[in-house]
Antibody, heavy 122, light 108 residues
Framework: QLQMQQSGPGLVKPSETLSLTCTVS??????????WGWIRQPPGKGLEWIAS???????YYNPSLESRVTISVDTSKSQLSLKLSSVTAADTAVYYC??????????????WGQGTLVTVSS | EIVMTQSPATVSVSPGERATLSCRAS??????LAWYQQKPGQAPRLLIY???TRATGIPARFSGSGSGTEFTLTISSLQSEDFAVYYC??????????FGGGTKVEIK
């Protein structure tokens, strides 16, 4: 059974960089059948896709966040990472890592991390 | 960007009754539509993909239908564990992958 375990700080100061890590177990992050990505959810609001990355490095970003987002995959550690720069209070949200299929007919999220609430505050 | 609109925002249903949730896309997404269930404090759970295929382990009381721009999620006989927020997501075109705003199913 695939598991995705998130880690990272729950509090980030305005203008700084949010950094989160997601460790994948029970399956290969190098699978050619999946992308690995991040989704966020502001308190009391809906879901927003941030970005997804293939193990080989091919990456897709939400245009609304692309200028501030960097995601990476470390296959040796089976880890996915997210960095979001220049954060403001509007970036306060629960951040989820999730697996998404790599082909057009499978780009839904079938496994999710537990979520990390990140609050942006001084 | 394909905009997904869900209605109603909240639906009140008695246990054992049927709930019908709608999702509309701003342009055709063919059948590339997924539904998720989210309970408070939990990550979303995949219910339906391909507009009508139940994910592994999802009870038969959940069914999806539609294609193009109009989709429906039906819960045939609501159980206590079904009271939650439901989201649709299109994956016909990316980036970005987009979600609807959600429908909350609450106890009447």
């Amino acid at each position: 059974q695939l598991q995705m375990q998130q880690s990272g700080p729950g509090l980030v100061k305005p203008s700084e960089t949010l950094s989160l890590t997601c460790t994948v177990s029970g399956g290969s992050i190098s699978s050619n059948s999946y992308y690995w990505g991040w989704i966020r959810q502001p308190p009391g609001k809906g879901l927003e896709w941030i970005a997804s990355m293939y193990y080989s490095g091919r990456t897709y970003y939400n245009p609304s966040l692309e200028s501030r987002v960097t995601i990476s995959v470390d296959t040796s550690k089976s880890q996915l990472s997210l960095k979001l720069s220049s954060v403001t209070a509007a970036d306060t949200a629960v951040y989820y890592c999730a697996r998404v299929g790599s082909s057009r007919g499978t780009r839904f999220f079938d496994y999710w991390g537990q979520g990390t609430l990140v609050t942006v505050s001084s | 960007e394909i905009v997904m609109t869900q209605s109603p925002a909240t639906v009140s249903v008695s246990p054992g009754e049927r709930a019908t949730l709608s999702c509309r896309a701003s342009q055709s997404v063919s059948s590339f539509l997924a539904w998720y269930q989210q309970k408070p404090g939990q990550a979303p759970r995949l219910l339906i993909y391909g507009a009508s295929t139940r994910a592994t382990g999802i009870p038969a009381r959940f069914s999806g239908s539609g294609s193009g721009t109009e989709f429906t999620l039906t819960i045939s006989s609501l159980q206590s564990e079904d009271f939650a927020v439901y989201y649709c997501q299109q994956y016909n075109d990316w980036p970005p992958l987009t979600f609807g705003g959600g429908t909350k199913v609450e106890i009447k």
